[in-house]
Structure formats: structure tokens, C-alpha cells
């Protein structure tokens, strides 16, 4: 059997989830869950299938024209299945955790509804095989977004964080959409004259693009790509656009895991995976992919210090994360479709220890009460199993691991695994062969994995070791809430180190295949680099031997290994005091705690002062006075003139005859005047 | 030609004849409440006449030369007979519920019968006499079912003046006919003709046959309803049983298209540009005048028939270009149109009907007020009408957008970049009046909470147009390729 | 059997009603222009139409003498006096008989131009067994038609005088 046709199931499932939650939930009430959950196991499970139908080389594609002007397809490949694998199985566990979270929750209908829509959204995403219809879920992820985050809609703040939330990735979709925009109109002028005209291809399909990508001038398809950027910093909550993600906390625990694990914020760096091609044809907008990608992973990391709110804190990691994913895309320019290899790794082995801790901060939120770390404290004795997962996935996030591999087998968590990845045969391949900004991007990479390793266990050691700080009865979740636990924070533990290599190559064959004989014969991408002024080294990066610069080799280990030791030494030993360094009078911790003034800046100046104050009350002006004022001209003048024409129609026979035989005239008159 | 082959080519017509003369003599021995099977007698008939189109495939047949050269079967006909026979379908499926009470429903689905019969005669005919014959059968049946409310002073008021001006414009086409029929030394069959004026073009050009050309023009533009022959468009609607005036919106309208789009050939031959000019100015005014009139409507049945004036206007478009294309574009709008407004009168029927049931004195059942809250009364009435006015205004992805791509596109293409504008300024006119009806249902609260109960005939006949008006627009592949055959038939 | 051809019409229907006329219609037409030619005829025709009946009019006027009593004014009732306003009511089912009289009239007519046709299509060719003829089948269905609709009339009480 041909699973590939199954392959339209796994979007439309969740979605007919949706409907029946919504219609027959208040009859299921409890058990409304388990609707979204068969259909997202179901949907995991075609994945599965169609991934064990095409390892290693094949693909599925299917599309369906609309008239011309419409295109629906399925295009799945390398970087797909991985992604819908890995977006369905998280999914599951996390709706399989919300069954106990939200057990009390009077909206748990609603709540199954949205993110069985939210899940179906990012599906549609991934299977989409044109970037019109990618576009049309990228919304609907956004637009589920807004309605997740703002759950509690009758919490202020919550409303506040999803229109924050909706507004900030909106200005990410305009620029991904004027993207959209520009390219049709290069792929028009350029590219249809070449196919043979209208009919023949749908042209915002990702294959007709990338077999015609040379036909593109590059500097269009930088100002493309960096559109393209812009909406994918919109999605992945990138410097500068990071600023809706902390605030999404708003909703339900695992509604943040749902979005900073499995959906939404992977869809930024997804989006620039799955047009990488047109990214590695430009290699400027490269650069800045990395260097935005490396600022953020550090400025992000270093908020994560100071938060006291434990989903904060995640958040910030979130945000560093993605950082680190785009900072491992945007070094291809020189290294390579491996980039793709390295940032889908990370992505994967994030989904799986992020979305552990998060739901193990909503378990221990659950328990608690509260989401304050110094109101935590001496939770391990209550909380074993949370715990110790919590633990194994933060050392995942540290990235702790040692630099050895036993055959294919890399020693490490899966978070050292990628993150060293990233940053070594990422990053520092890219510094080696020369690479612009390279020694500053390598920078960025090994600073905020000190930053990332000591606020992981800051918080570790603040919520579980220690005295508790406040009496609570804190007990340990219900079982479905600790097995999905154990499942990621083993996966978090091991799935990196042993599946590394071959998840590298096969990601690699993504974008080795027949799009590119034009530029190169054995169809290798670097041809495009090439193109965009860029020189890739003769021999392909992976074999690039580290192995005599031990001090490079051994810098991402000691970051981690280094932040354990300053966390432990502060946080559990207490060999120095927080509050000495930790109060408003230093200015450096008032900076960080002030988020960088962010709100400041962002709120009051740009949002309130300039676009509220400036820009939107010109804009009214202009509207109300000017626009309005000539529309309601020219609707007044119509309606007006209904009403004239309108006594034409006198309601006498006579008259109509009469208005018939002055038509034969007119017709008569218009017909001679022709022919005589 | 043997009588069998006749009979096996035109069976769907055979078969209605049949029933029609069967439902009109059963039904002089039956009482009132037995009458009510002629009905679905004439329905069942309607469905097998519909099935045996479909079905049979001799949509892509071509045969000539039937009846002494005065019938056709070709794709056109064959498109428009199966619009036409759905429309008919539709609207006896509506009256199933309205008219179980009368005593005389045996003599209206006969009308219907022999109306819809009278389309098809149309729509197969390449006779000039032929195509008459049949035009006035539609019309003497319709002129009779406008006012079939024979105790509504308006429903006679509405059949009086259809049929006044309606005679008028008969004289006018018969004596337009009559002349080609001079002109061309004695003959009847509408190629033969064109091929005689194509020897002879300056037979054409004389002020004869110009005059031809202007009262044919005229007598078609009275069925089309195109302005200035389109007065009694709106009083006809207005007043007539409503799935009548769907009836004649959506049948015996276009039954003039398919008349005219084969008879003009002939003057496309000599004046192509003359005759362009001619429904250039037509069509600018017919578009502009529904759509600017109908804003004012509080009527929804008059709203509508303007906005039927206003469609009229877009689909003559046609007759400027000319083109392949745009025959298909146009086509394939008589067939969505036909839906659409058919689905759109019969839900305005619907509600009418519901209201007389609810309070019998009610007076303006059509009148916009009482579409107030209709989202939350009878939330299946209300998404139907929504979706039907969403279609004449044509968003996608209904039968009403596809259409309108193809026709505005292909006018573009012919050159007529004007035109397009004024249609398309035109669309987003409609849209003001279309979407006031959705923010009446939607929007504004209902009069009275009570839940109306749709009649099962009723929902039938518009689930019927809504999935054609669906089928349409979301597979129109189907559909274009079959227009654009029909349009080919033409050979432009 | 054969339905009747195109030229069983021109034959039958064209040289029936324009038995000389048509022929020197067409020879005319051949001439590309002069189209005013061949309505010569008819125009003659008209000017005769038009100029006889006032050549009368204005010869009666001169001829006949003029008397003016009010009994000349009084309406012309075959001699006997006219009594009562002219405008009254009177019943409406004399229209429809009258409707049904001439549509009976006009469908009877039609049989001959039918008998033209039968006499070609079946005298003329010989046919062994006329009724196997379309021109015999196709009448009959009129005839049957025609009855139908007498059926009706009849059944709804339209020929009855007074109800």
C-alpha cells in the first residue's frame, strides 16, 4: 500500500477533531480529550509510515490545481517528515499531559478544540508545497495562537499577551507576505516565460522555484529572502520581535509547551529551512540569518539569568534556542546544506527536552500553586519523578556531554549533541574558511552556552534542592501527566546521541537532488552560493578535523560544564550571596531584570509614542477627513442617484412600451451610424 | 431520420410533453388533495428528463439536419436544456410545499412543464421559426404562471404588464425575423442564412437588414431584460409567485441568451463592430442601472430581480467580444446564475411561505425587516441566502466567482479593458447591497426568538442550487471544459 | 421512413406562397445591391393601399348629399330603436368561446399546407402504406393534441353557456 496517499489525513484529522470537540464536547465533557487525541495518534502514526515508506529516498508528492490561481498540495521530503514526526509524537504527549492539567479546567472543550486546530495548522505548514498555501497556515498557526494564548480571556493580562502575541507575529507575516509578493513577480517576469507560459506550472510552488532559482537576479532574491527572514523572526520570536514570547506565558502551561516545543516558533526556522535553497542562492541575507540568530541566542540567554517566573526563564531559553537553530541555518553560506542537517537537529532534540520542561514546570506549578522560583524550593523529596526528569532534560538544554563518539554513537545529551554540532563544525567551520563575522557569531555561540548552562540549573537548583521556602503541599501529578514526562526526558537524554549522523546525512539529501543539476551535475547546492559571490572550500566541511585544536574542540564542554559549577556554587552551596550581586542598585542586574528596557522601548516609545501617537492618529486624520470624506461622496452620490433612477420606473404599462420603442431607436441609431 | 431516432434523441422533450399533457388531464378528475401527486409526477418526470441528459452523453454529439434542418443537438443545447431542467426541477420541488392547497396545481405544473419545454425547443432549435415557436411557448406558459395568484391584485398586476410588454417585444422579434427571412430569399435555418449574408454582405448592411438586426436585438433584449427593455422586469418579479419569478430569472431569461448567442452569429458576419457598439452601450447601462437601483431596494424580491437586471448586463458582455472565451465565461454564468438565482428567490419564497404560516395578514414578506435575525431563526435559510448573494456578488469559492474570472478575464483579453472596469466597479457596488441582507440576518436581532421550521421541499430545492452553486465553484474543471465545448459549438 | 428534407419545404411551404414571386426575388438578390429592387412590388402595392381608400373617401365627400337630423346621429340598430346606455356588462364567456373558436378555426387551416406536404410525401413517392409516413404520424399527434385540449375545455365547463 502507497501511505503517501494517506498523507492528506494527517492535517485533515486534527482538524475533523476540532469540529467534534466543538460540537459534541459539552456532551463528552471530560473525555473531550480523547477525540484530539486519537486523531493526532493517528496522524503520528500515518507519519510514521509514509517515514518508513521513503527512508531514505523518496518522497511524496501530490497537488491538486484550483482553477489556476489556487494550488493545494502535499510536497514531503527529508526535512518534512522529520518535522511532521516530530510535531505529531510531541503533540500527543502533550495533549496526553493536558488530560490530567487541565482535568479541572471549566473550558477543557475549547481548550482540546484549539490545540487539536493549532496542531492541524503547523501540520499544514509542513505539508504545504507552495508558499501560498505554507502562508495560509503559517495564519492559521498564528491566529490558533492568539486564541490559546489568550485562554483565560477574562484574565486581562492573558488578553494583553495574545493581542501582543498576534501583533508582533503579524509584522513578521506582512514582511513574509510582501516576500511572497515580490517573488511571484520574479517568477513571472523571469521564470514563466521560460516554462511556456500561464497553465503550465503553478509558480509559488517550492519545486517550480528552486529548479529556477538561477533564473532570479540574486539582489532580488536577497530582498526576498530577507522578507522571508523577517517573517520567520515574527514566527521564532528573533531579535527583534522576540518580545510577544515571554509574555505568551499567559496561557495554560501547556499551551506554551505545545507553542515553544512542537508548533508555532519552529515554524520561523522551518520556513527558512524549507527555502533554503533561495537563502544559500543569496548568501547575504545568510549572514544575517546567523548573525541574528547568534545575537539572540545571547541576549535572550542573558534575561534567563534574572527572571524569577520559572516559565520565564524557559521562555528566554526559548528564545536562545531558536537563536542558536538560526545561527546553525545561516552559517550554510559556507558550509553548506549540512546547515539544514545541524539546525533540524536542534530543532528536534529542543522540541523534545523543551517540551519536558515545560511540562515539568507545569507540574510543578500544578503542585504548587505558583510560578515564582523563590517560592520554590526543596521540591525534589515531594517531586521525584518530576524532578529527575526536569534534570535530565536541563542537562540537555546545558548541553552537557563529553566530545567522544564510540562508532556513531556520540557521549552526550541530545542537547550537546546538536548545540556542539551548531557550534563547532557549524559556527567554527564557518570562522575557519573565512566567513564574514565569523569570529563573532563563534562568540555568540560559546558565550550563551555558559549563559544557557548556569540559568538551566539556576533553576533547577532553585525549584528542587534547598529548603522549601514556603510551606505547601506539593505532591506529584497523576500518571498521565509524569509517563509523557519520562518518554521526552529519556528521548532528551539519548535520542541525539545516537541518531546523529544518519539524521545529518539524511536531512543532507533534502537539498541534494535533481533541482540543482543546472548549477552543478552531481547536484550539490553549493553551486548557488556560488552564484551569490560566496567560495565554498574544496572539500566538504564535515570531514574538517578538530581533532588537533583540543582547546575548540573542548570550549562548548566547559561552557556547560563551567555553568554547572558557578549555578551549584551559587545557587546550592550559596558560596556567595545572590543578593549582593542580585538587587536594582546594580545597574547591570537592573538592566537584565528590566529586560533591557524592552517594554520601555517597545510599548511606550515605538508602540505608543510613535506608531499610536504619530502614525495612527495621521493615519486617522487622513482617513477619517480625507478617504472617508470622499467615499461617503461618492456612496452618498450613488444612493442618491438609486433614488433618481429609481422614479424611471413609473409602475405605467405605457411607459414601458414607450421605453421599449425608444430603445429600438437607440439601437437603430447606434447601428446606422456604424454602417452609413 | 426514423421517428425512433427522433424520439431517442429528444427524449427528455417526449418525455415532459408526455407528462405535461398527462398531469393537465389526470388532474380533471382529481380533487384538491389528490391533485398534490401531479406534482411529484412532474418532478419525477423532470429528474428523468435531467438523468436521460446527463447520462445518455449526447452533450458531446453534434448532430444536424433533425426535422428538416430546424433542430439541433450539440453541446449548447444539451447545457442549457440541463440548465434549464434543473431550474424547473428546483422550482416544482419548491412549490411541491406552497401550492399542496390549490385547486388549480395541476394546471401550473403543466405550465412548468410546457415552459421548461419551450426553453429546450430553444435551445436545440437552428430554425428561425422553430426558435420562435418555442420562445412564445415559454412565454404564453410564464405570462400565465406570473399570475397565478390570480386573488393578489399585484400578481396580476405583474403577469398584465409581462404580458403587454411581452407581446410587444414578440412583434418586434417575429418582424426582425420575418425580414431576415426576405432578405434572404426564403430561408428559415440560421446557418444558412449567415452563409447566404456571408456571400451577400451588403444585404446585411442595407437599411434592411440593419433594421432586422435592431428589432431582433430588441425583441432578445426584452427576455434578457436588458435596458431599456427591462421595466417590466422588475414589477414582474416583484409581484409574481416567487419560485416563479426564479423561474423566469433563472429559466425563461436565459433561454433568450442561448437564442440570441446562435442567432447573432448572423450578425457577427457583416457588423461585427456595429453590433459590439450596440451592446457595449447595453450592457454599461444594464449593469449599472440594476445594480444603482437595487441599492435602494427595501424588496428583496425586487433587490433581486435588479440584481438580475444587473447579471444580465454582465453576461452581454459577450456579445461585444465575442470570443471563445468569453462565450465560455458566459455559459458558464447563465448555468451559475441559474443557480444562484434560483436558490436565492426560492429562499426568499421560503421565508415567505413560513411567515404567511405564522400570521396569514402578514403583508411585505419579502421586505428586508424581516430578514432581521434570520442567522438565529433558521440558521440553515440563513446560511443558504448568504451563501447564494455571496455567489451573485461573486466571492469564491462559489459558482458566481468562477464565472464572472472567466467572462471579466476574457473581456479583458479581447481588448475591452473599459468594459472590465465598469463590471468590476460595478461587482463591488453589488457586494453594498448583497452584503446589507447578511447584516440583517447576522447582525441585527430577530424580531421574535421563535425557531422557524423550513418545509422539507423547501430545504430539498435549496440544498439542490447550493450544491450547485458550491459544485461550481470549487470544481469548476468540469464545468469550464463543458462550456467551453458549448461555446465552441458556435465555431467563433 | 424519412422525415420530410429541406427541400420537401422549399418545394411545398415556399412555392405555395410565393409561387412566381420568389423566383425573380432571388434572381434579383443575385445582383449583390438593389435590395430596394425587389420590394418594388410591395411598395407599389402600398402607394395603391394607401391612395385608393382616400380617392374615395374624397369622392364620396363630393358626392353624396349631407343631412344633419339628430336621427342620423343615433347608432344603427337594423331599424329598430336603440334603448339603454351602450355600455353595459355582458358575459365574459362570450370571449372565451370566441377564443376557442378562432384557436379551433386556426388549427383546422393548418390541415392544408399539411395536405401539400402529404401529397409529396405520399401521393407523389408512391408510398405503399401511408400511415408509416412522419407527415401522417405528425398530424395525428396535432390531432390528438388538439382533442386533448378540447377534453380539457370541455371538462372545465368552458363550453357550457351559462354556468
Request: glycine content about 8%.
Amino acid at each position: 500500500m502507497d501511505f503517501g496517499t494517506l498523507a492528506f489525513l494527517i492535517p485533515t484529522l486534527p482538524v475533523i477533531a476540532f469540529v467534534l470537540t466543538l460540537a459534541f464536547g459539552n456532551k463528552l465533557q471530560s473525555r473531550a480529550g480523547y477525540i484530539s487525541i486519537v486523531a493526532i495518534a493517528l496522524s503520528f502514526l500515518i507519519s510514521v509510515l509514509i517515514f518508513l515508506q521513503i527512508y531514505p529516498h523518496g518522497t511524496v508528492e501530490q497537488s491538486a490545481h484550483w482553477f489556476s490561481v489556487l494550488n493545494v498540495g502535499i510536497f514531503i521530503d527529508p526535512l518534512a517528515i522529520v518535522m511532521l514526526l516530530m510535531v505529531t509524537f510531541v503533540s500527543l504527549l502533550i495533549h496526553i499531559y493536558a488530560l490530567g492539567y487541565m482535568s479541572h479546567d471549566p473550558g477543557k472543550t475549547r481548550y482540546f478544540a484549539e490545540t487539536a486546530l493549532f496542531t492541524a495548522a503547523m501540520l499544514g505548514v509542513i505539508l504545504a508545497d507552495n508558499i501560498l498555501q505554507f502562508f495560509i497556515a503559517w495564519e492559521l498557526v498564528g491566529l490558533c495562537s492568539y486564541l490559546l494564548i489568550g485562554f483565560w480571556f477574562r484574565k486581562p493580562s492573558a488578553a494583553a499577551a495574545a493581542k501582543k502575541a498576534f501583533l508582533t507575529t503579524r509584522v513578521g507575516d506582512v514582511l513574509f507576505l510582501a516576500g511572497i509578493v515580490i517573488l511571484y513577480f520574479n517568477m513571472y517576469t523571469h521564470v514563466l516565460p521560460e516554462v511556456g507560459g500561464h497553465g503550465t506550472v503553478y509558480l509559488l510552488q517550492f519545486k517550480t522555484i528552486f529548479e529556477h532559482l538561477t533564473l532570479i537576479p540574486t539582489d532580488q532574491l536577497t530582498i526576498i529572502t530577507l522578507l522571508f527572514f523577517g517573517g520567520a523572526v515574527g514566527k521564532s520570536g528573533q531579535f527583534p520581535l522576540h518580545v510577544w514570547l515571554p509574555d505568551a506565558m499567559e496561557g495554560p502551561t501547556t499551551v506554551s509547551a505545545l507553542i515553544h516545543a512542537a508548533t508555532m516558533v519552529t515554524a520561523g526556522v522551518y520556513l527558512v529551512a524549507r527555502t533554503f535553497p533561495m537563502f544559500i542562492a543569496a548568501p547575504e541575507s545568510l549572514i544575517i540569518v546567523a548573525l541574528i540568530g547568534g545575537f539572540t541566542a545571547l541576549f535572550a540567554s542573558t534575561m534567563g539569568l534574572v527572571m524569577n517566573d520559572i516559565k520565564r526563564v524557559l521562555a528566554f531559553s526559548t528564545i536562545s534556542q531558536l537563536g542558536y537553530m538560526m545561527m546553525g541555518l545561516g552559517v550554510g553560506a559556507i558550509i553548506g546544506a549540512e546547515a539544514v542537517g545541524f539546525a533540524m537537529f536542534h530543532l528536534i532534540n529542543h522540541a523534545f527536552f523543551k517540551a519536558c520542561l515545560f511540562l515539568c514546570a507545569g507540574s510543578v506549578i500544578h503542585a504548587v500553586g505558583t510560578n515564582d522560583l523563590r517560592e520554590m524550593g526543596g521540591l525534589f523529596g515531594k517531586m521525584k519523578i518530576t524532578a529527575t526528569t526536569m534534570l535530565f532534560s536541563s542537562l540537555a538544554l546545558a548541553g552537557i556531554g563529553i566530545p567522544v563518539s564510540i562508532g556513531a554513537i556520540k557521549l552526550g545529551t541530545s542537547g550537546f549533541v546538536s548545540k556542539d554540532a551548531i557550534i563547532l563544525e557549524g559556527a567554527y567551520s564557518y570562522l575557519h574558511f573565512g566567513g564574514a563575522y565569523g569570529s563573532l557569531i563563534f562568540f555568540f555561540g560559546v558565550a550563551a552556552a555558559l549563559l544557557t548552562s548556569i540559568y538551566t540549573f539556576r533553576l533547577w537548583f532553585m525549584a528542587f534542592t534547598g529548603k522549601p521556602r514556603q510551606e505547601r503541599h506539593a505532591h506529584e501529578s497523576p500518571l498521565s501527566m509524569t509517563v509523557p514526562l519520562m518518554i521526552l526526558a529519556v528521548l532528551a537524554l539519548v535520542f541525539g546521541a545516537l541518531t546523529f549522523s544518519p539524521f545529518i546525512h539524511y536531512l543532507e539529501t533534502t537539498y541534494e537532488n535533481e533541482f540543482f543539476e543546472e548549477i552543478d551535475p552531481n547536484g550539490y547546492i553549493h553551486g548557488l552560493a556560488e552564484r551569490g559571490g560566496y567560495h565554498i572550500p574544496e572539500e566538504p566541511i564535515v570531514h574538517l578535523d578538530l581533532a588537533h585544536d583540543t582547546l575548540i574542540m573542548m570550549l562548548p564542554v566547559i561552557a556547560g560544564l563551567l555553568g554547572f559549577i558557578i549555578s551549584w556554587a551559587i545557587y546550592h552551596k550559596r558560596l556567595f550571596s545572590v543578593a549582593s550581586i542580585g538587587n536594582m542598585r546594580n545597574p547591570l542586574f537592573r538592566i537584565l531584570a528590566k529586560r533591557y528596557y524592552q517594554h520601555e522601548i517597545f510599548i511606550e516609545l515605538i508602540s505608543l509614542k510613535f506608531t499610536y501617537g504619530v502614525l495612527a492618529l495621521t493615519g486617522e486624520f487622513i482617513d477619517r477627513k480625507i478617504v472617508d470624506g470622499i467615499i461617503d461622496g461618492i456612496s452618498s452620490f450613488i444612493i442618491g442617484g438609486a433614488e433618481v433612477l429609481k422614479k424611471i420606473q413609473t409602475g405605467v404599462v405605457q411607459n414601458y412600451a414607450t421605453a421599449t420603442v425608444l430603445g429600438v431607436a437607440l439601437i437603430a441609431l447606434v447601428l446606422s451610424w456604424g454602417v452609413i | 431520420m426514423s421517428i425512433v431516432d427522433f424520439i431517442s434523441q429528444f427524449a427528455p422533450e417526449v418525455i415532459l410533453t408526455i407528462a405535461a399533457l398527462a398531469v393537465m388531464i389526470i388532474g380533471l378528475g382529481l380533487g384538491t388533495k389528490e391533485k398534490r401527486a401531479l406534482g411529484y409526477l412532474a418532478a419525477i418526470s423532470l429528474i428523468v428528463a435531467t438523468l436521460i441528459i446527463v447520462f445518455r452523453g449526447t452533450y458531446h454529439l453534434q448532430l444536424e439536419g433533425i426535422m428538416a434542418d430546424s433542430l439541433t443537438i450539440d453541446p449548447m443545447s444539451q447545457f442549457f436544456k440541463l440548465t434549464f431542467l434543473l431550474v424547473s426541477l428546483i422550482v416544482v420541488i419548491a412549490s411541491l410545499k406552497q401550492y399542496d392547497n390549490h385547486s388549480n396545481q395541476d394546471e401550473y405544473y403543466t405550465l412548468i412543464l410546457l415552459g421548461t419545454i419551450g426553453m429546450m425547443v430553444v435551445a436545440s432549435a437552428i430554425d428561425i421559426v422553430t426558435m420562435f415557436i418555442g420562445f412564445e411557448l415559454a412565454s404564453l406558459s410564464t405570462y400565465a404562471l406570473a399570475g397565478f395568484n390570480k386573488k393578489d391584485p399585484s400578481s396580476m398586476e405583474a403577469a398584465i404588464k409581462y404580458f403587454i410588454v411581452g407581446a410587444l417585444s414578440s412583434t418586434l422579434l417575429l418582424f426582425g425575423l420575418s425580414y431576415l427571412y426576405g432578405l434572404s430569399g426564403g430561408l428559415t435555418n440560421i446557418g444558412e442564412i449567415a452563409d447566404y449574408f456571408s456571400m451577400n454582405p451588403g444585404i446585411i448592411q442595407s437599411p434592411m437588414g440593419i433594421m432586422a438586426m435592431v428589432l431582433i436585438v430588441a425583441g432578445f433584449g426584452f427576455k434578457m431584460a436588458l435596458v431599456p427593455f427591462h421595466m417590466w422586469a422588475p414589477d414582474t418579479y416583484q409581484g409574481s409567485p416567487t419560485v416563479i419569478s426564479a423561474l423566469l430569472a433563472a429559466g425563461s431569461k436565459k433561454m433568450a441568451f442561448v437564442a440570441a448567442f446562435r442567432v447573432l452569429l448572423i450578425a457577427m458576419i457583416a457588423i461585427k463592430v456595429d453590433i459590439a457598439m450596440v451592446f457595449i452601450i447595453l450592457a454599461i447601462l444594464t449593469m449599472t442601472l440594476g445594480n444603482v437601483v437595487a441599492l435602494s431596494q427595501k424588496s428583496l424580491k425586487r433587490m433581486l430581480a435588479y440584481s438580475s437586471v444587473a447579471q444580465a448586463g454582465y453576461i452581454s458582455m459577450v456579445f461585444v467580444v465575442m470570443s471563445p472565451e468569453a462565450m465560455t465565461g458566459a455559459v458558464l454564468y447563465v448555468m451559475s446564475h441559474a443557480f444562484m438565482k434560483t436558490g436565492a428567490f426560492i429562499a426568499v419564497a421560503a421565508l415567505g411561505y413560513m411567515l404567511l404560516r405564522e400570521n396569514i395578514s402578514a403583508k411585505d414578506v419579502d421586505h428586508l425587516d424581516n430578514f432581521a435575525g434570520l442567522g438565529k431563526r433558521s440558521p440553515f435559510l440563513a446560511f443558504s441566502i448568504m451563501i447564494f448573494l455571496f455567489a451573485l456578488a461573486g466571492i469564491p469559492p462559489t459558482a458566481g466567482f468562477v464565472s464572472k474570472f472567466i467572462l471579466f478575464y476574457s473581456v479583458l483579453k479581447g481588448g475591452f479593458v473599459f468594459l472590465v472596469i465598469i463590471a468590476i466597479l460595478n461587482s463591488a457596488l453589488s457586494l453594498y447591497y448583497y452584503a446589507r441582507v447578511v447584516k440583517y440576518m447576522y447582525v441585527l436581532p430577530p424580531s421574535s426568538s421563535e425557531k422557524l421550521a423550513l418545509p422539507g421541499a423547501y430545504s430539498l430545492a435549496i440544498l439542490l442550487a447550493l450544491i450547485g452553486v458550491l459544485a461550481i465553484g470549487i470544481v469548476p474543471e468540469p464545468f469550464v471544459n463543458w462550456a467551453a465545448s458549448a461555446a465552441n459549438v458556435l465555431g467563433l | 421512413m424519412v422525415l420530410f428534407s429541406h427541400n420537401a419545404i422549399e418545394n411545398d411551404f415556399i412555392t405555395f406562397l410565393y409561387i412566381e414571386y420568389n423566383s425573380t426575388l432571388i434572381g434579383h438578390l443575385g445582383d449583390d445591391m438593389e435590395i430596394i429592387d425587389t420590394f418594388i412590388p410591395v411598395a407599389i402595392f402600398l402607394l395603391f393601399g394607401l391612395a385608393i381608400p382616400l380617392v374615395i373617401m374624397f369622392l364620396v365627400k363630393q358626392l353624396s348629399p349631407r343631412s344633419k337630423s339628430p336621427v342620423k346621429f343615433t347608432t344603427y340598430e337594423s331599424g329598430s330603436v336603440p334603448t339603454g346606455s351602450s355600455k353595459i356588462m355582458f358575459n365574459v364567456e362570450y370571449y372565451a368561446y370566441a377564443i376557442l373558436f378562432v384557436l379551433f378555426d386556426v388549427e383546422l387551416l393548418f390541415l392544408y399546407p399539411w395536405v401539400t406536404v402529404y401529397v409529396n410525401d405520399v401521393v407523389l413517392n408512391n408510398v405503399e402504406n401511408f400511415t408509416t409516413s412522419f407527415s401522417v404520424f405528425a398530424m395525428a399527434l396535432f390531432m390528438v393534441v388538439v382533442l386533448l385540449g378540447l377534453l380539457y375545455e370541455w371538462k372545465k365547463g368552458v363550453l357550457q353557456w351559462v354556468k
